[in-house]
Every structure is written in C-alpha cells, then in structure tokens.
C-alpha cells in the first residue's frame, strides 16, 4: 500500500487547458511538499504547505493542503508546454524529519 | 559547481558487476541523501548521511549496497554483483541542514542500466 496516491497517473492536454492533480493518503502528515521533475533531470521542490486549509499560489499553480492534512492538489492555470514534467508529492516518514516518501508521481504532457 | 552533480550520468553494466556512483554536493551542505527512482516504483529513500553522525542506512535494498561520505563532501554509492533489478536512475540530493521543511537539492542522477 502506497501512504501517497497520486491521481491521474497521466495527463495529456492541449496548451490554454487548466487542470488539477491530487496527493491523497489516510494519514495525517505535519507538512507536504510538492516537486516537479523535468525529463532527464532531478526534481525540483516547488511549494511546501503546512497548515490544513492552505493555499499557496506560485504564478498560474495554486497548491492547496486539505483541512485535515492527509491531502493536496495541485492546480495549474492555461496550461504552457514548460509545464510538462513529472508531478511528484512527497512528505517526511517513518519518523523521521529527513526521509522524504514520494508518491508515484502524474506525468503532464501539454501539447502546443 | 553550483548544484549538485553526479557522475557518470549513464552507466551501462553487465550483471555481476561492480558499480560506483559518484555524488558532490552543494558546497557548505551537511546532510546528503541517495534516493532511487525505478518505473512503477517512484522514487525511493537509500541512505542518509548528516556531518559526523552514522547514516541511515535502512533504506539500502541488500548488502549488496553501500555507501560512504568522505570527509563530509563527496559521496559514493557502491553496488556490488549487479543484478538486472537494480537497473534504475540513482538520484543524490543535498540541504544545508536536516528539518522538517528543509529543501532538498537534487542532481541529474546516474541512469544505471545492467544488461
């Protein structure tokens, strides 16, 4: 069993389109971190949220962590081809503060 | 260099191989990690290094994995006897510090694939 479900898997759209992914779990977690992965490339830490409820805005990507803390969405605004890329959420584990468990990631294609 | 880099960025081994990984990370960090990242799996902690302390190594698949940090900068992950299911891209990240919201720096990853 995965503690992070990420839906879709993958997500193909046209340029201008919006859309939202989602991080889920039945756990509670302290804070979740959201990274985007470019082909070829490691990934790169976009947004932390840490407080149930919030919503963090990083240009057209609006990051929402829910009331109870067990999940998030990410929503992305007229979609650009740059937004491709592997979608991961991630949260500390097994106790630990340093150990990042990943979920499996949505990879986006935006087609021109 | 500005980022973390690893080498090689390709590696292509036979099975029963030995391989290292090389990692250098961001000048003045103290904590390095190794992570894997196969198809179908995501990616997965391997080890933990912070300063002086013992790493966390409970992540490491077999014994046939190690890894070591020397002098608190460059990094080494060592597979020995390579086996096709090991075939993956190997990434390193490093941080300033070790926190619950600390940000991870990652490098390109070394892409192993055991033939």
């Known amino acids: 069993t995965q503690l992070l479900e990420q839906s879709p898997q993958f997500l193909s759209i046209q340029e201008g389109e919006n859309l939202t992914v989602y991080c889920n779990s039945s756990?509670?977690?302290?804070?979740l971190q959201w990274y985007r992965q470019e082909p070829g490339e490691g990934p790169v830490l976009l947004v932390t949220?840490?407080?149930?409820?919030e919503v963090k805005k990083l240009k057209r990507l609006t990051f929402q962590f829910g009331d109870a803390r067990k999940d998030s969405s990410l929503h992305i605004t007229a979609a650009q081809p740059g937004d491709t890329g592997l979608y991961l959420c991630?949260?500390?584990?097994?106790?630990?503060?340093?150990?990042?468990?990943f979920g499996k990631g949505t990879l986006l294609t935006v087609n021109p | 260099g500005a980022g973390v880099s690893q080498s090689p960025s390709n590696k292509v081994t036979e099975k029963g191989k030995d391989v290292e990984l090389r990692c250098d990370p961001i000048s003045g960090h103290t904590a390095l990690y190794w992570y894997r990242q196969s198809l179908g799996q995501g990616l997965e902690f391997l080890i933990y290094?912070?300063?002086?302390?013992?790493?966390?190594k409970s992540g490491l698949p077999s014994d046939r994995f190690s890894a070591e940090r020397t002098g608190g900068s460059v990094s080494t992950l060592t597979i020995q006897r390579t086996q096709q299911e090991d075939s993956a891209v190997y990434l390193c990240a490093s941080s300033r510090e070790t926190g619950e919201n600390t940000e991870a720096f990652f490098g390109q990853g070394t892409r192993l694939t055991v033939v």
């Open positions: 949220v840490v407080t149930g409820g």
């Open positions: 290094f912070q300063g002086n302390s013992a790493p966390d």
């Open positions: 756990s509670v977690f302290s804070s």
């Open positions: 991630a949260v500390n584990s097994g106790g630990s503060n340093y150990k990042l468990t």
